[in-house]
C-alpha cells in the first residue's frame, strides 16, 4: 500500500471514537480475510502453507499468482493488520483513516487477481 505523510484526514472521524473502531474493525477484517483467502489458495494448491503472512503472500508472489510488488506491499499491510490485533491502543488514528479511505486498491487487485487464478485452476481441471 503506497502512503502520503502526513495523511490527509477527516477530523471528525478522529474525534468520534466510534467512528474509529468502525473504521479501524473494518480494515482489520478486509486484511484477516484477504490473509486468510492466501492461505488457503495455497493449501488448495496441494502446497504446505507458511508460518507468517509476509511468507503466504510471498508463495503467491513466487508462483505468478500476483505480482511480486503486490505481494511485498500486502506483507507490509499484514504488518498493520497485526498491529491493529496486538496494539490496538498504540495506532496512528490518522494513518488508519488514510489507509481505510485511499488505500484499498491493493485488497480489491489482490481478490481480482486470486479470483483468476481460481477460475483458471478450475478450467484445468475439467
Not at 511480486?68 to 496486538?86: W, Y
Not at 490518522?94 to 481478490?111: K, N
Request: proline share 4%; with cysteine.
Amino acid at each position: 500500500m503506497s502512503s502520503t505523510w502526513p495523511p490527509v484526514v477527516d477530523r471528525t472521524v478522529l474525534a468520534d471514537r466510534t467512528a474509529r473502531e468502525v473504521v479501524t474493525l473494518n480494515l482489520f477484517v478486509a486484511l484477516q480475510q484477504s490473509l486468510s483467502l492466501a492461505a488457503q489458495w495455497i493449501a488448495d494448491a496441494g502446497l504446505s502453507v507458511p508460518q507468517s503472512y509476509t511468507e503466504t503472500l510471498d508463495h503467491l508472489g513466487a508462483r505468478n499468482v500476483i505480482p511480486p510488488e503486490l505481494a511485498q506491499r500486502l506483507a507490509a499491510a499484514s504488518g498493520l493488520r497485526n498491529l491493529i490485533a496486538h496494539r490496538y491502543g498504540a495506532l496512528d488514528w490518522g494513518r488508519v483513516h488514510q489507509i481505510a479511505s485511499e488505500q484499498l486498491d491493493d485488497l480489491l487487485t489482490f481478490c481480482e487477481l486470486l479470483a483468476q487464478a481460481a477460475k483458471a485452476a478450475d478450467a484445468a481441471t475439467e
